[in-house]
Structures are given as structure tokens and as C-alpha cells.
């Protein structure tokens, strides 16, 4: 079984709108054991749309659009199924009442485009929209079948959760899950885990893939089965095997991020952090203020654009700066003891380096972990510019606290 989303409409092409509905649409069709294979998206042109359906119906058992059902004359989904599914577009009386009752209820005034939706696509069968005015449908066509849901994401996930999804499992009888299993690593790049696991990544059933950010690696690990526990006993060797080969460069599974990490290493030890961060613009701090919250951990962060700042806020003195230059490593020393005697912290961890990462031959970026007796020096990073290093930069960072922390080698 082989299913195809196709997303509808020119703000998504124009990057007006992120497209967040395929992500979840996909995240739901796991649940269910049904293999997407494409994800298409199209602006608001009957004669595209319509082609773009008569492709995903050759290639796909079930395809599922959003967007393309409201009033307006560029909402052209109903119009594209009836074309492609060799049908008409039929008015239906019952949807009519039921769509003026919804704007009843709220006392909103209903226009006469309104009644656009309330044709459907001829023997469709209609799926009763409770939370909005965009009635969906479901056709069938030559053993395929075509699910339409509005673009609005409320109503595009209630519908699926309540409808669609029992709809799927009734109609093709399926009863097996897709299960995934998400290893974070840090400080190693794609290239390096290749050659370390390159082996596992031709496994059939789980499968293993690798997904890259700037500063983390995610290993993916997927297995189909007919049921979440049969799923659970696939992916477990593969997972230790991977940690046995890859050791403490992973750092969480799933939704972990690095700082969530970080906060519960920090409230386990009975310690307290706070941050000075320059080139990575409060970053920092706004991932460590997410992660401790109910947790804790976190005590606060500075912004220090530049050298003055350290000298006015934080004490350090010009002859330092002077003697040793903004960014150095001796500075990065002595902003992060500086920040963690400010904070009243057991711990202070200071990023310094150039206010843009992305400038052609800037100077590197320092960073430093300060605690009671010791300062712990990060590498000076460099080599990378824009988003790509901050990234990287603030993983590296949180990666020094987090090894301090767990008693790794750092």
C-alpha cells in the first residue's frame, strides 16, 4: 500500500506558508503501517492540479490533498477530483444546511461564494467537517482513493485523527504500524557515521537512514511490523548497535534536543548554569531557557556584542582585552568566569567570537566552560559560515557542558 500527499496552493510555492500539514499528515499515516512514497505540491491552477492528481493516482493506492476547499474562486480542489476522477461536481442541499448552520451557530454572516462548498464531486463520500466550513470528501476511483481536507491545520488534523484514519484502516484492512526510532549525535559529521555504520544503512526491515543539521546527525531507525511491540523488538539490536559503535557522540533519541539534555545533567548534579554568548545572538540562551523550564538548571544569559560590553557589565578589564584580542581564547576564559560569578552559578559557559559567522577570513569563534577550579576549553571553531555555524558553534558548546557533566572525555 503506497499512499501520496499532494499540498494545494501558489502561497506554498511562493514560501509564503511553510507547509507543516505534510509533515504530520506523514507522522499519521505510520500509525497505520501506510508507506508514503510522495509529497507533492501545487498552486491554485485547475489544469496543474488536475494533473498533478491524475499522476498521483497512478502511482499511489491512497493520495490525500490539503488546501484548495474554501469559498473563494481560487480554491480549485473539488473542481480538479471531479476532472480527475471523470466525474461532475454535484450541489448538495444536505451540505448547504449543514454549512449555514456552522456560520449560524457563530453568527458570522455567510456570502453567497460560500455555497462553493457545498458541491462535491459526484457519489463522493462526504466527510463532516464539525470544526470548520470546509466539508471534505473521499472518492473513489479504479481501486484508488482520493481524501480531500482543508488546509486549515485545526481542521486538517481533526479530520484525520476522527475520520480519516479510521476510514483508511476499514477500507484497506490495515492493521500494521511504522514505527521510528531517532539517535541525536553531536561533534560528528554525515560522512564520519557513514563509514561507521555504512553497513547497517542496506538493512530491509528496520531500515537506517542518516538526516543532517548544522551541528547534529540524526540517525533514523524504521521498522514495519504488525504491531507496535513486534515494531519495538526490530529496531532494539539495531539501536545497540549503533550505540556501541558510535559510544557518547549520541547524545538522546527522539524529541531530546542537546539542552534538554544539558538541564537534566545540571539538575541531577544539583548544579546551575549561565551564559555569555556573542556571535550566536541569544540562541543560547533561548534553547537553555525552553529546555529548564520545570526542570531548572538554567539560571540566565547576557548577549555581549562586543568587547565593550564585557568590560562595562562583566568587570573583565581593557588591559586584557587589549592584551589579548576580541575574540581570543583568554577572553572566552575570562567572560565565562566572569558570568558565572555574576550569576552566582556554579557553572558559566561563554561563546566569543565575531558578531557574523558568515564574513569571508573571520576570526574563529572560542568557547569556554568555567567551573569552581577549572576552566575547560572548547576547540576554536571555525570554517563555516551563516546559520550552518551557529548550529554547529552551539552544539559544540552545550556538548562541552554536557560531557563536563556526565564525565566524558572532552
Known amino acids: 500500500m503506497q499512499a501520496e500527499i499532494v499540498t494545494i496552493g501558489t502561497e506554498l510555492l511562493l514560501g509564503e506558508i511553510v507547509d507543516t500539514n505534510s509533515a504530520w499528515i506523514a507522522r499519521q499515516l505510520t500509525t497505520i503501517g501506510l508507506d508514503l512514497h510522495y509529497t507533492t505540491t501545487v498552486g491554485d491552477n485547475l489544469e496543474r492540479i488536475t494533473y498533478i492528481l491524475r499522476q498521483a ?90 481524501i480531500s481536507l482543508p488546509g486549515v491545520p485545526h481542521e486538517m488534523r481533526y479530520l484525520m485523527e ?43 526491515n528496520p531500515t537506517v537512514g542518516t538526516r543532517a543539521h548544522p551541528g547534529q546527525t540524526d540517525i533514523c531507525i524504521t521498522a514495519k511490523a504488525g504491531s ?11 539501536e545497540e548497535e549503533l550505540r556501541r559503535r558510535l559510544g557518547d557522540r549520541i547524545f538522546g533519541a527522539d524529541e531530546e534536543s542537546l539542552a534538554d539534555v544539558v538541564c537534566r545533567a545540571l ?50 578589564s581593557s588591559e586584557v582585552i587589549a592584551k589579548a584580542g576580541f575574540p581570543s581564547q583568554e577572553l572566552a576564559d575570562c567572560a565565562a568566569r566572569a558570568v558565572r560569578q555574576a550569576y552566582g552559578a556554579e557553572l558559566g559557559l561563554a561563546i566569543i567570537g565575531p558578531a557574523d559567522l558568515g564574513v569571508p577570513n573571520a576570526p574563529p569563534a572560542y568557547f569556554s566552560l568555567a567551573t569552581e577550579n577549572q576552566v575547560l576549553q572548547g576547540q576554536p571553531f571555525t570554517g563555516r559560515t551563516g546559520p550552518v555555524a551557529q548550529g554547529w558553534l552551539l552544539h559544540l558548546a552545550l556538548d562541552l557542558v554536557r560531557r563536563y557533566l556526565l564525565g566524558l572525555p572532552i
Open 57 to 146: 493516482l497512478e502511482r499511489a493506492d491512497v493520495v490525500i490533498t490539503t488546501g484548495g476547499l474554501g469559498p473563494t474562486v481560487d480554491d480549485m480542489t473539488r473542481e480538479a477530483v471531479a476532472a480527475a476522477t471523470e466525474r461532475e461536481l454535484v450541489f448538495s442541499e444536505e451540505l448547504w444546511e449543514e454549512i449555514s448552520r456552522f456560520f449560524a451557530r457563530r453568527r458570522f454572516r455567510m456570502t453567497e461564494n460560500n455555497r462553493r462548498q457545498a458541491f462535491l464531486p459526484e457519489g463522493a463520500l462526504v466527510i463532516h467537517n464539525p470544526v470548520g466550513t470546509a466539508p471534505s470528501f473521499a472518492v473513489e476511483y479504479k481501486g484508488h482513493v482520493i
Open 162 to 204: 476522527h475520520e480519516v484514519l479510521p476510514y483508511l484502516r476499514k477500507r484497506f484492512g490495515l492493521e500494521g504500524i511504522i514505527k521510528s526510532r531517532t539517535l541525536h549525535t553531536c561533534g560528528i559529521g554525515e560522512s564520519t557515521i557513514d563509514s561507521k555504520i555504512g553497513d547497517l544503512m542496506h538493512l530491509a
Open 228 to 238: 507496535l511491540e513486534e515494531a519495538e523488538a526490530l529496531i532494539a539490536p539495531v
Open 267 to 316: 539538575v541531577a548534579k544539583g548544579v546551575h548554569l549561565a551564559v555569555l554568548e556573542t556571535s550566536t545572538q541569544g540562541e543560547l540562551a533561548k534553547r537553555l531557557h525552553a529546555a529548564s523550564q520545570g526542570v531548572g538548571g538554567f539560571l540566565g544569559g547576557t548577549i555581549a556584542p562586543s568587547a565593550f560590553t564585557l568590560e562595562r557589565c562583566f568587570g573583565v
